[in-house]
């Protein structure tokens, strides 16, 4: 079963509007890390928002926000005011605290490729 | 700060040639991580280093892919022989540790393309 999963392919927005890129997350873990990078055509993966499992209150870091809703397991991105260059493929991921080798390790979804038209 | 610093930025080959990717991670980070990232998804994880240490290396084809963190600063990532399957950007990231909380930093990415 997928850990991570982003169901939009692609997603078109006008430049000043507001946009909400969705991610679902599985996880038995209590303690859990969620992310998002973005990935500009360039290939560099960028830090945007994080959000802790414990966290009671929505992460938010300027324009971007992380509409976090724990008993369904979603975790989405919301990008306030759009910019020409939000442009780029965006990736939800998680980390989660199960022992083991594979503590520390990023899952990632499949990402959303954002678009956004002048 | 200087950020996560990955060599070469491109690289062609053709399959059955060896090739190594370097990386410089961002200094006191302790954990280093390996991730391949297929075109058109998302990146995954091939080998996670504690200082020079191997702690999770369940994804790495160890038939062909090697790596290796001397002194847990820099680390090398080899393929030999490489084959056209591997064509794909490997990413280094760097972290103060392992932990839930702790952010990844990730480096440019080497593309790789096997011919």
């Known amino acids: 079963a997928q850990k991570i999963t982003q169901t939009q392919p692609g997603m078109f927005v006008q430049e000043k509007e507001a946009v909400t890129l969705d991610c679902t997350y599985d996880t038995s873990d209590q303690s859990y890390g969620l992310f998002w990078y973005k990935q500009p055509s360039s290939g560099e993966m960028i830090f945007l928002i994080y959000?802790?499992?414990?966290?009671?209150q929505n992460a938010t870091e300027g324009r971007y926000s992380l509409n976090f809703q724990k008993a369904r397991k979603s975790a989405n991105l919301v990008i306030s005011a759009s910019q020409l260059g939000d442009s780029a493929m965006y990736f939800c991921?998680?980390?989660?605290?199960?022992?083991?080798?594979?503590?520390?390790?990023?899952?990632f979804g499949q990402g959303t490729i954002l678009t956004v038209h002048p | 700060e200087a950020g996560v610093v990955q060599s070469p930025r491109y690289k062609i080959i053709e399959k059955k040639q060896p090739v190594a990717f370097w990386c410089n991670p961002i200094?006191?980070?302790?954990?280093l991580y390996w991730y391949r990232q297929n075109l058109g998804q998302g990146p995954e994880l091939l080998i996670r280093?504690?200082?020079?240490?191997?702690?999770?290396d369940s994804q790495l084809p160890k038939d062909r892919f090697s790596a290796e963190r001397l002194k847990g600063v820099d680390s090398t990532l080899k393929i030999q022989p490489a084959e056209l399957g591997d064509s794909a950007v490997y990413l280094c990231a760097s972290s103060l540790t392992a932990g839930v909380y702790n952010e990844q930093f990730f480096g440019p990415g080497t593309r790789l393309t096997v011919l």
């Open positions: 280093y504690e200082n020079e240490e191997a702690v999770d």
């Open positions: 200094s006191g980070h302790n954990t």
């Open positions: 991921a998680m980390r989660e605290s199960n022992g083991g080798t594979s503590y520390g390790k990023l899952t």
């Open positions: 959000q802790g499992s414990y966290d009671e």
